[in-house]
């Protein structure tokens, strides 16, 4: 077996830490490398990371597109290295369609996005597909979308994948990483030749993961998770009749000015009580009781947020980032009396708690299917990949969005590749104009348009510019060959299980 050792600088941009106490053990047969993405506990802090505040992390996850990934020169060389006969597995889940024309192409169900967080914070994704195994419960993907090469080769942290995603929405679920599986030479060696992985997944998680329930101001003050309250603006008379139905003042109406020039006692007739928007320390500065500028009676509210609406915001409210990653603001008001000739709007707030009404949605081949695998393909021969491509070209342009997956067809390469700056002496090439996003999407032999399966035959590692113009236009895989099936076969003998019984 080949051993290339990349230095640090050309390796793979840091991203993410292994769970504390997980171990790496790489396998007596110096082929196989199986790492621990996440235990039931852990998995289901993961499960809370991703779907909390509406997916909100899902939704703001970036491609990942580390400069390492993508180079600008590459050239051919012999052969690939064809360690043992052909051959292949078939794929699961197929699906009785209709013969439709070629160039209207039937996105496999299978494909989805690999989330995961970096070692920076940030929180990236990548493509991936269901495969075929015999727990129904494997997921391919590339090496560097789940091994952390510039962090010490681990794994990254908080790995899901979300087959068929699209702008925030997990139509068959959210599947929690529980054990990745690779080359050896891969993950000790940082050998993009091996640039592959197969990720055990847990049954998916679907239902209704973020449910907003409506409660009182009561329940609301007692509930320890996520919250928020929604102002709605309404007239007089319905501020008027809100008190008279809560026997008086009452925190779900109140009423807001901007002018505070005929500030009044409390018991001026006719006078209007009013809440004004103050800093944290004002309000514990604040007197209690029937004063003006004084406190007002569960005048407070929470309200959750994205972390870029917390970063951006510079208005008097309080600011808090918990250790589970929540971002919230808090929002504290002192109370005044104003005349009637005051502008003033009034409000009704509506409370509500955030539920998680989840349950177990099955497993990954059985929700989408699973594609088959091949290994020691011929060269030259013809494949169709698939992956959500969004990073911009080396002059920067950006056509593609992330939102929808996009595909490439056409014959590998007869020579394989060699990529000085990665060390690549054997990988195969495609012609496609794809970018950074694509990186981990399946590489399909004897794609069925009708049955939307096909073989993995490699998935996407690298985004090369082979013509100098500063546009991508051709992408690579490891080539798939014995060895690789070493790999697959552990993987996909491997259990997972249930986060939810």
């Known amino acids: 077996m080949k051993r290339i050792l990349l230095p ?138 789940v091994y952390d090469i510039a962090g010490n080769d681990e794994v990254v942290s908080r790995w899901v994948f979300v087959p068929g995603y699209y702008q925030g929405k997990a ?12 080359h050896y030479d891969f993950d000790v060696y940082e050998d993009f030749d091996r640039d592959y992985a197969f990720v055990t997944v847990y049954d998916g998680i679907g239902g209704t ?37 809560n026997g008086g003042e009452t925190p779900d109406c109140w009423a807001k000015t901007t002018e505070f020039g005929d500030v009044v006692g409390p018991d001026y007739a006719g006078g209007i009580k009013v809440l004004k928007e103050v800093s944290k320390e004002q309000y514990d500065a604040a007197p209690a009781g029937q004063v003006n500028g004084g406190k007002a009676v569960n005048a407070t509210t929470v309200e959750n947020v994205t972390e870029s609406q917390y970063n951006a ?22 109370k005044y009396w104003v005349k009637k000739t005051t502008t003033v709007k009034y409000f009704r707030t509506e409370f509500f708690i955030v539920v998680h009404e989840v349950k177990s949605v099955g497993r990954l081949g059985d929700n989408v299917g699973g594609q088959g695998f091949a290994w020691n393909q011929a060269a030259g021969s013809a494949v169709r990949t698939f992956g959500y491509p969004y990073g911009p070209h080396l002059d920067g342009n950006k056509p593609f969005t992330g939102v929808t997956p996009k595909w490439c067809y056409g014959k590998t390469a007869k020579k394989a590749l060699l ?54 236009d051709t992408i690579t895989s490891a080539y798939f060959d014995g060895e690789t099936n070493v790999v697959y076969k552990a993987a996909a003998a491997s259990w997972s299980g249930k986060l939810i019984p």
Do not use: M
């Not at 329940?219 to 008190?243: L, N, R, T, V």
């Not at 032999?445 to 013509?467: C, F, H, M, P």
């Open 209 to 245: 993961l973020n449910k907003p329930k409506q409660v009182n101001k009561a329940e609301y003050d007692a509930y320890q998770g996520e919250k928020f309250g929604k102002d709605i603006e309404i007239s007089a008379a319905d501020y008027q009749k809100c008190k008279d139905l």
């Open 313 to 334: 915001y510079t208005g008097p409210g309080y600011r808090i980032k918990d250790g589970k990653g929540n971002y919230t603001i808090t929002h504290y008001y002192l």
């Open 419 to 472: 990529i000085p700056s990665k060390k690549v002496e054997e990988q195969i090439s495609l012609k496609c104009t794809v970018t950074a996003g694509y990186d981990g999407g399946p590489w399909l032999s004897k794609y069925s348009n009708a049955k939307r399966l096909g073989y993995v035959n490699g998935v996407t590692s690298l985004i090369a510019d082979t013509d100098g113009n500063k546009r991508y």
């Open 8 to 145: 640090a600088g050309g390796a793979i941009l840091a991203t993410g830490l292994l769970a504390a106490g997980l171990a790496t053990t790489a396998q007596a047969d110096d082929t196989i490398s199986s790492d621990v993405l996440a235990s039931q506990q852990k998995a289901a802090e993961t499960l809370d990371f991703w779907t909390k505040s509406n997916n909100a992390a899902l939704k703001s996850a970036i491609a990942f597109n580390p400069d390492a990934l993508e180079v600008q020169k590459i050239s051919s060389g012999g052969g690939y290295t064809s360690d043992t006969k052909p051959g292949s597995t078939a794929p699961i889940g197929e699906e009785k369609k209709a013969a439709v024309k070629v160039q209207n192409v039937n996105l496999p169900k299978t494909i989805g996005k690999v989330f995961f967080e970096g070692r920076d914070g940030k929180l990236y994704w990548c493509s991936g597909t269901s495969i075929q195994s015999q727990y129904r419960n494997l997921v391919a993907t590339a090496g560097h979308c």
């Open 171 to 182: 139509p068959w679920g959210v599947y929690v990483g529980k054990q990745a599986f690779t």
